[in-house]
């Protein structure tokens, strides 16, 4: 969907830019933190420690790779848990 006009991008744009290098950063975290809060709140509870963070891996980053990758991941989670 691209509902906005050029012109409100361009304002947007330049607003967003007006802020220091910092605060766009700032913005970024809490924007990841809130993605990742609300990924986080729709998986089941009773997810262990590594089922949950590849879950969150795969809702980021999964469509971007092939099935060995995920795996790999996968596996490098479970090995740091029973570190």
Known sequence: MHDTSPSVERLYRQKLMERSPEERFVMGARMF???RTMALASL???LSFAERNFNIFLRFYGYELDQE?????KKRLVE????
């Open 33 to 35: 933190e809130t993605a």
């Open 44 to 46: 089941p509870r009773n």
């Open 69 to 73: 990758t995920k795996n790999q991941v």
């Open 80 to 83: 740091l848990k029973n570190r």
